[in-house]
Every structure is written in C-alpha cells, then in structure tokens.
C-alpha cells in the first residue's frame, strides 16, 4: 500500500510529507496525513474501509455521497460542518488499490472527542448533533440507500445468531459465559419489541446514522460547541430509536463501554437529560407517538443488542471487533449488560424524561 499515490489519486492538495495512525474506532483503519505544497500545509483524513464488515464499500460510499449530497443542499439550515469526500479525476470518492482495498478522505477537522464525558453542555451538544443529522434528512428518500450491512439493528436475529454461535462454542466457553447468556436469552421477548413494531409497520422509516456514539460527534477544542457527524458508514434506512438509543447508552453511561468494574456502571440520568434535551430539540417536531412511546425502551433494547454482539465476537474468537486482549470482548459485553439492566430499572425516569421534552 502506498499512501503517496493513494493520496494523488484522490486528488489531495501538495504531497504526502508524514501521517499518523488515529486510534478510537472499532472497525476501519484512519489515517492523519499531511500534505505539503511550497508553504502551504493541508491535513486529510484518510480511511481504509474495513472488507469484513463492509462486504460492498462501494454501497457504503453511494450511501455517504448521496446523503452529503442532499445535506449540502440544505446547508443553509444545517449548522454543522458537512463531510466532503475527495474525489479521483473520473469523479469517484474513492480508490481501490492493489489489494481490492477502499481508500477514501475527507479534510481534517482539528477538533476534539470524547468516549466519555461528564460534561452536561458537551453530552446536550452531542444530542443535537445526532438530532439535527437526521432531522435535515427528514425528507430524504430511504429508498435509494442500500442496506449495507443487512440486520444491522435487527435485536431478534442478532441474538439467534448470538444463540447459533452458543451451539457450537466449547463448553468452557459456555460456562464462562453462562450469567451473560442467560441474560440476553431471557430477556430475547422484549428486546425484539422494535422488530416486531417494524414488522407490522408501526414504526415509520427515516435515514439513521446508526452508530451514534458519543465519539462520532466531533467537538470545537476551545468552545466544546459540536462540529460535524461524522462515521457515515452504516447509515441506511432504519428507526430513529437506533440512533437516539445508541447514543443514549454511550453517552449517558457513568463509564467508558469496556469499563472492567462493571460496580462503576450505571446509566446517569443527569447525562440523559442533557442529551434527550438536546436530541429532541428538533427531532420532537416529527416523531410519531408510536416513535416517541418506543425510545426509552429502546434504549435497553440497544444495549443488548449491543452486548449480545460482543459477547458472541468473544465466542467466536473476536473476528469482528477490534479487541485489545483476548477476553476485550467479554468485558465489553459485561459492561454493556450492566448498563442495560440499570436502564431497565430506571425506565419510569427515563420516559418521564423523554416527555418533559416531546411536544
Ligand atoms: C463499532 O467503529 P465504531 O467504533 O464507530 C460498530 C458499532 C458499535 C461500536 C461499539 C459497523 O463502531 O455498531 O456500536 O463499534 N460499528 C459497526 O463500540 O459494526
Ligand atoms: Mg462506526
């Protein structure tokens, strides 16, 4: 792989002088590269599109453009920074290289994130950011996105394939993961709830972001004020309880989500205040009143869906997730069914919560 001609062929600004690898997702591979040109210095973010999770990154790609596109037509009311990817000569917003590898870049945002904060302002200009995204897109056709990642925030399937996966793992693996399994199955009824309502057409389809955690909003170093949204991989046609669920669970958790003393975990309704205040600020014009009764629940929901996941990437040897140990994984799932039972407990507030702030 040679960055230099990856970075030419996408047409970046000057030549390649240095870069940096920059940590913090779970999936693809993000680069810092500076580009020189006599004087002038131009930063770009650089990404390799991980082949495993995304199957056809050309899809993602269409997905990402089509909806920047629409989102840079409606900038007037759109009070954050819009991703723009650079494109090749021929126009496309990425480059193959010789290993059947995605590279595609946008320009660097000086800006700071956060995986976890106490910081209300910060956690309130997050949820606006989440809300504002998918407010702009409130009239965009879902139709011409492609699903790319089918059953992404499907729970039910999720957790059968969580069960498929418990059927052929070792039995020392199953003992060691005997509490978290009864868990997640024992609550399977309920967190397929979302499915069920989407199934009989309850819930109305928008454009979700579908991976709106709290570091995928960026932040102003000195103001705090949110940026951009960024990680628009896994934006396909979906409900708006995935995105403001899994906000909520990461945002609002009184830990980071691979906390090892799951005693430190519990869900702070303080930060969801903050972050159903602002979430909603825009998104409470359009919701339904189905939508609106499904978002605390959701919140649970998404939280084991996202433990269920975890702990069967740890069954089946961390193929998925990037891990930083062997049992990273296991402790991930740990942390996020601890999340999700405090959660269960404190529905009541968290509803009440949410209606303090819906019209
Ligand atoms: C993955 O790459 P990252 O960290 O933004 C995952 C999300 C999970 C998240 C948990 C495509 O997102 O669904 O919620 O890890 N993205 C994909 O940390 O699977
Ligand atoms: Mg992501």
Not at 100 to 105: A, I, V
Not at 132 to 146: G, Q, V
Not at 149 to 167: C, G, Q, V, W, Y
Request: proline content about 2%; overall charge neutral; some cysteine.
């Amino acid at each position: 792989m040679d960055l230099s001609a990856i970075c030419k062929a996408l047409q970046l600004k000057g030549e390649l002088v240095d870069f940096e690898v920059l940590k913090g997702g779970n999936i693809n591979t993000t680069y810092k590269v500076n580009c020189v040109d006599g004087d002038k210095r131009y930063e770009y973010l650089l990404q390799n599109i991980n082949k495993f999770v995304f199957k056809e990154p050309f899809k993602v790609m269409a997905n990402i453009v089509n909806v920047t596109d629409y989102i840079e037509k409606h900038k007037d009311k759109y009070s954050l920074y819009n991703l723009v990817f650079n494109k090749t000569v021929d126009g496309i917003p990425f480059v193959v290289d010789e290993n059947g590898n995605f590279w595609r870049s946008t320009l660097y945002i000086n800006c700071t994130t956060f995986d976890s904060t106490d910081n209300l302002f910060v956690i309130e200009e997050a949820g606006n950011a989440f809300g504002e995204f998918i407010y702009t897109l409130r009239n965009f056709d879902t139709a011409i996105l492609h699903e790319t990642i089918p059953n992404f925030h499907n729970t039910k399937k999720r957790i059968e394939d969580l069960e498929k996966t418990i059927a052929i793992s070792t039995k020392s693996k199953k003992i060691e993961t005997k509490k978290e399994i009864d868990y997640i199955l024992s609550h399977k009824k309920l967190a397929s709830t979302l499915v069920d309502l989407i199934e009989k057409g309850k819930l109305p389809l928008r454009v979700t972001h579908n991976d709106t955690r709290s570091n995928n909003v960026v932040f102003h170093k000195e103001t705090l004020k949110a940026l951009a949204v960024i990680d628009l991989d896994t934006i396909m046609p979906g409900i708006t309880a995935y995105d403001f669920a899994d906000s909520a669970r990461s945002i609002c958790s009184s830990t980071a989500d691979d906390e090892e003393d799951i005693s430190k975990v519990y869900f702070n309704l303080e930060k969801f205040e903050a972050f159903a205040r602002g979430y909603l600020k825009k998104m409470s014009l359009i919701l339904e009143p189905k939508e609106i009764e499904t978002l605390g629940l959701s919140v649970f929901i998404i939280t084991l869906e996202l433990a269920s996941r975890f702990l069967e990437d740890h069954l089946k040897g961390n193929v998925y997730f990037k891990v930083k140990h062997e049992t990273h994984n296991l402790v991930r799932a740990r942390c996020q069914l601890a999340l999700a039972n405090d959660v269960l407990n404190k529905m009541d507030e968290i509803n009440k919560i949410i209606h303090k702030y819906v019209k």
